[in-house]
């Protein structure tokens, strides 16, 4: 089936220290979409990519398109608290109108 | 930020009962979602809607039911509710379905079955 995983699961870190987590698919798409959800809300988008290779950043984070079209890495750098949150990559279905969602990586930021 | 609303936003039912979740958007986009989030299990697409009248199923489908009479609002029907589907629902309303900057999300509902 079409699956993303997410990598680590969790990360417990101290604050100003950077972040990296990576999401892998078995097929090749042209989206990678990564997503931060903070508590009690819905996930909201922070980067999209849409070429091999491309390198996004927003802020202290910074997303990059895998050259082999089936993985996405996501970095922050000198982590804040409020950097705490679960985060998600995603991709488009095939031919559909549908985006999937990896399990998604929770970060706890220790002040 | 775009206007999409859900409710309830917290909400105990009994098993057994049906019980109906609302999306409502301001944004005259096309496509609406509704996903359930689980711990380990991410977000899983519940339905999701094309269109007004116009609806298909997600990968979690079984025991939910949809609607969607006007473009701004989706409804989640639970027919009748089983603990399993105790979850955090979201619903996500896109402009130009994967053609697009992705989903936007609204805050959630939290159902508890007991």
């Known amino acids: 089936g079409q699956q993303l995983n997410q990598s680590p699961q969790s990360m417990f870190i101290q604050e100003g220290e950077d972040v990296s987590m990576n999401c892998t698919s078995s097929s090749i798409f042209n989206t990678w979409l990564w997503y931060k959800q903070e508590p009690g809300e819905g996930p909201v988008l922070l980067i999209a990519?849409?070429?091999?290779?491309e390198l996004t950043s927003n802020g202290r984070l910074t997303a990059q398109f895998g050259i082999t079209r089936k993985d996405s890495f996501l970095n922050i750098s000198a982590s804040i608290p409020s950097d705490v949150g679960i985060y998600f990559c995603a991709r488009p279905t095939s031919g559909t109108y549908k985006y999937i969602f990896g399990t998604g990586t929770r970060l706890k930021v220790l002040a | 930020d775009a206007g999409i609303t859900q409710s309830p936003r917290h909400k105990v039912t009994e098993t057994g009962t049906p019980v109906t979740l609302r999306c409502h958007q301001t944004?005259?986009?096309?496509?609406m979602y509704w996903y359930r989030q689980d711990p380990g299990h991410g977000l899983r697409l519940i339905h999701y809607?094309?269109?007004?009248?116009?609806?298909d199923k997600g990968e979690v489908s079984d025991g939910y039911s949809v609607s969607r009479s006007k473009t701004e609002d989706f409804l989640l029907t639970l027919e009748s509710a089983t603990s399993s589907q105790t979850s955090v629902y979201f619903c996500a309303i896109s402009e130009r379905g994967t053609d697009s900057y992705g989903y936007t999300f609204g805050s959630g509902t939290r159902l508890t079955v007991v």
């Open positions: 990519l849409y070429k091999a290779g």
């Open positions: 809607s094309y269109g007004v009248k116009d609806t």
């Open positions: 944004e005259n986009h096309r496509y």
